[in-house]
């Protein structure tokens, strides 16, 4: 047999509307949304509220509790006997283990394991009293249930008990009733059509409602051939299904269902409410730091200026030290000791520009770093209220801001160096050096040599040759300083009015790099923000799971709604 043999779209529903109410208890748990109501289904439904209840009654040794076997198809649910065996009133519920309890003096209470008791739950009684007394267990018992079957027993079917029982029924019983002709397979198929058409008679004439009659074989059931009861099964079902207090119940807790979701999307909307605020807070510090850097960046005409009188300064004297070192009698020395002059001109006045250059930069960026600082604990009591998150302690965003500030120094100096670099101030002078030296060496060896073969024609001791050849030694010593002294003037005017002249390009270098080193400083702060920004991240992601459950769960809802 099926889970569900009667009333299957109601459980199936039901079982829905559980499933579904335990989704809605979940997401609002993760979602901490305070439920007013808690939700009836959240944890495993009660089996006593949603079993069907059957009453099997009729005479005493008619078969009842055949029947009731019969009906689940659970073989020795209720113990059959050829005796009279039903006493008192027996309740069978579903547990486990095995068990009975007297619950009065009619009534016993019986615990079975058996899996169609979780749906159903079947009440056997004993036979029922020409008297008409019946106890109160019994009336109580029929006003509960679901299903009262008043079974004939196919010997004797007009039996005066039964069909006085039928007649002392209160009217709101009637429609619960259905009248079961058992054991039909003690008889011929047309003795039961005769005896269905007789009973049929005898309920318009006796009684003031006609309820269905159905003619079963428990036996045959229990056996496997389940045909005599398919009429039964499919009257059980639209009986079910038509119970207007089951479906009060569902839509009961469909109510209690929306108004949870309700609830919930109050609880969502309210967080993505906050969510968009804390977005343009997020913002609004995205500017406040964007801000800062342009105020910073534009005190970059000032910053012009210093380095170009800085460059100007330190072109002059590096002018100088190019003067001095182009001197006449070091030249001479340097032709015979080798020339270094240019590379030693271009480190010192990169050195010298380069600590310029940093003394300007670590003004500059203890500036930038304290603007930053100033602006972090600014920015402690606003994330505090805004995203209720703390901001990191000081000594962290301190150690990052130092380590910004040391990287912004160290950049200013490397582009220093690399804009010197870029003028070809050793290339320029080593280009003219060289041409001087040139005539420079020319001079000094033609002087030596004359020199030198004079001195031998003074050893030799001839007259007057001597002093003409030291003479024109002399004179070509002359011509050597005079024209070192001639080259230096111009080397050093023309490498002096080179520095000059590029002095507004380096000025403009430098300031591209100060933009791009205050850049990368308030990036690295901006950074120090990040895990503001991974909250805020996390938060939105958790938020959208919810709305998407949410969505889910309402369709849901709605569609069980409309199965109803």
């Given at each position: 047999?099926?889970?569900?043999p009667?009333?299957?779209q109601y459980?199936?529903?039901?079982?829905?509307?559980?499933?579904?109410?335990?989704?809605?208890?979940?997401?609002?748990?993760?979602?901490?949304?305070?439920?007013?109501?808690?939700?009836?289904?959240?944890?495993?439904?009660s089996?006593d509220?949603?079993a069907?209840?059957?009453?099997?009654?009729?005479?005493t040794?008619?078969?009842?509790?055949?029947?009731?076997?019969?009906?689940?198809?659970?073989?020795d649910?209720?113990?059959v006997?050829?005796?009279?065996?039903?006493q008192?009133?027996r309740?069978?519920?579903h547990?486990?283990?095995?068990?009975?309890?007297?619950w009065?003096?009619?009534l016993?209470?019986?615990?079975?394991?058996?899996?169609?008791?979780?749906?159903?739950?079947?009440?056997?009684?004993?036979?029922?009293?020409?008297?008409?007394?019946?106890p109160?267990?019994?009336?109580k018992?029929?006003?509960?249930?679901?299903?009262?079957?008043c079974?004939?027993?196919?010997d004797?079917?007009?039996?005066?008990?039964?069909?006085?029982?039928?007649?002392?029924?209160?009217?709101?019983?009637?429609?619960?009733?259905?009248?079961?002709?058992?054991?039909?397979?003690?008889?011929?198929p047309?003795?039961?059509?005769?005896?269905?058409?007789?009973?049929?008679?005898?309920?318009?004439?006796?009684?003031?409602?006609?309820?269905?009659?159905?003619?079963?074989?428990?036996?045959?059931?229990?056996?496997?051939?389940?045909?005599?009861?398919?009429?039964?099964?499919?009257?059980?079902?639209?009986?079910?299904?038509?119970?207007?207090?089951?479906?009060?119940?569902l839509?009961?807790?469909?109510?209690?269902?929306?108004?949870?979701?309700r609830?919930?999307?109050?609880?969502?909307?309210?967080?993505?409410?906050?969510?968009?605020?804390?977005?343009?807070?997020?913002?609004?510090?995205?500017?406040?730091?964007?801000?800062?850097?342009?105020?910073?960046?534009?005190?970059?005409p000032?910053?012009?200026m210093?380095?170009?009188?800085?460059?100007?300064?330190?072109?002059?004297?590096i002018?100088?030290?190019?003067?001095?070192?182009?001197g006449?009698?070091?030249?001479i020395?340097?032709?015979?000791?080798?020339?270094r002059?240019?590379?030693?001109?271009?480190?010192?006045f990169?050195?010298?520009?380069?600590?310029?250059?940093?003394?300007?930069?670590?003004?500059?960026?203890?500036?930038?770093?304290?603007?930053?600082?100033?602006?972090w604990?600014?920015l402690?009591?606003?994330?505090?209220?805004?995203?209720?998150?703390?901001l990191?302690?000081?000594?962290?965003i301190?150690?990052?801001?130092?380590?910004?500030?040391?990287?912004?120094?160290?950049?200013?100096r490397?582009?220093?160096?690399?804009?010197?670099?870029?003028?070809?101030?050793?290339?320029?002078?080593?280009?003219?050096?060289?041409?001087?030296?040139?005539?420079?060496?020319?001079?000094?060896?033609?002087?030596?040599?004359?020199?030198?073969?004079?001195?031998?024609?003074?050893?030799?001791?001839?007259?007057?040759a001597?002093w003409?050849?030291?003479?024109?030694?002399?004179?070509?010593?002359?011509?050597?300083?005079?024209?070192?002294?001639?080259?230096r003037?111009?080397i050093?005017?023309?490498?002096?009015?080179?520095?000059?002249?590029?002095?507004?390009?380096?000025?403009q270098?430098?300031a591209?790099?100060f933009?791009?080193?205050?850049?990368?400083?308030?990036?690295?702060?901006?950074?120090s923000?990040?895990?503001?920004?991974?909250?805020?991240?996390?938060?939105?992601?958790?938020?959208e799971?919810?709305?998407?459950?949410?969505?889910?769960?309402?369709?849901?809802?709605?569609?069980?709604?409309?199965?109803i």
């Amino acid at each position: 047999m099926s889970s569900y043999p009667y009333g299957e779209q109601y459980f199936t529903t039901r079982e829905r509307l559980s499933q579904l109410m335990r989704g809605i208890h979940s997401l609002a748990k993760e979602s901490a949304t305070p439920l007013s109501k808690p939700l009836p289904l959240t944890a495993e439904p009660s089996e006593d509220d949603q079993a069907f209840l059957f009453i099997a009654c009729g005479e005493t040794n008619c078969g009842k509790s055949a029947f009731l076997n019969g009906l689940l198809g659970t073989p020795d649910l209720c113990e059959v006997s050829d005796f009279p065996n039903t006493q008192p009133i027996r309740l069978y519920r579903h547990g486990n283990p095995e068990a009975e309890e007297t619950w009065s003096e009619h009534l016993e209470i019986c615990t079975r394991p058996a899996a169609a008791l979780r749906h159903y739950q079947i009440v056997d009684t004993p036979g029922i009293k020409n008297d008409g007394v019946h106890p109160p267990e019994f009336i109580k018992l029929l006003s509960n249930a679901d299903l009262i079957c008043c079974v004939l027993p196919v010997d004797n079917p007009w039996s005066p008990s039964s069909w006085n029982f039928l007649l002392q029924l209160a009217p709101e019983f009637h429609s619960k009733v259905c009248l079961i002709i058992q054991q039909i397979d003690q008889r011929d198929p047309i003795d039961i059509e005769v005896m269905e058409g007789h009973l049929k008679d005898l309920a318009i004439k006796k009684l003031d409602f006609n309820p269905p009659i159905f003619a079963v074989s428990a036996k045959q059931a229990l056996q496997g051939n389940r045909e005599s009861y398919r009429l039964l099964t499919t009257h059980i079902n639209r009986y079910l299904e038509s119970l207007e207090y089951r479906h009060e119940r569902l839509r009961k807790w469909i109510s209690q269902a929306d108004g949870a979701l309700r609830e919930i999307e109050e609880r969502i909307e309210g967080h993505a409410g906050q969510l968009r605020e804390q977005d343009r807070f997020i913002q609004q510090i995205d500017s406040e730091i964007e801000e800062m850097r342009n105020h910073s960046i534009q005190k970059l005409p000032h910053h012009l200026m210093n380095v170009a009188e800085t460059f100007e300064t330190e072109g002059r004297w590096i002018s100088k030290l190019l003067q001095r070192r182009l001197g006449a009698l070091r030249s001479i020395i340097r032709v015979f000791t080798g020339e270094r002059t240019a590379s030693i001109i271009e480190k010192s006045f990169i050195e010298r520009i380069q600590a310029a250059v940093e003394q300007v930069a670590n003004q500059d960026s203890s500036e930038v770093l304290r603007n930053c600082e100033e602006h972090w604990h600014e920015l402690e009591a606003r994330i505090q209220e805004s995203m209720g998150i703390q901001l990191s302690a000081d000594q962290p965003i301190r150690q990052s801001l130092q380590s910004s500030g040391a990287n912004f120094v160290s950049r200013l100096r490397q582009a220093a160096e690399l804009g010197i670099n870029n003028l070809k101030v050793r290339h320029l002078l080593e280009k003219e050096i060289r041409h001087r030296n040139v005539a420079i060496r020319s001079f000094t060896a033609m002087g030596l040599v004359f020199t030198l073969l004079g001195a031998s024609c003074g050893i030799m001791q001839l007259p007057w040759a001597p002093w003409i050849l030291l003479g024109f030694g002399a004179l070509f010593m002359s011509i050597c300083v005079l024209s070192a002294w001639v080259t230096r003037r111009q080397i050093v005017r023309e490498f002096r009015e080179h520095i000059l002249d590029t002095c507004g390009a380096f000025a403009q270098t430098m300031a591209g790099d100060f933009e791009k080193a205050l850049q990368v400083v308030y990036r690295d702060y901006a950074d120090s923000l990040s895990h503001i920004r991974d909250h805020f991240a996390r938060e939105k992601m958790s938020v959208e799971p919810h709305q998407r459950m949410w969505q889910k769960y309402f369709l849901t809802l709605k569609s069980i709604e409309q199965e109803i």
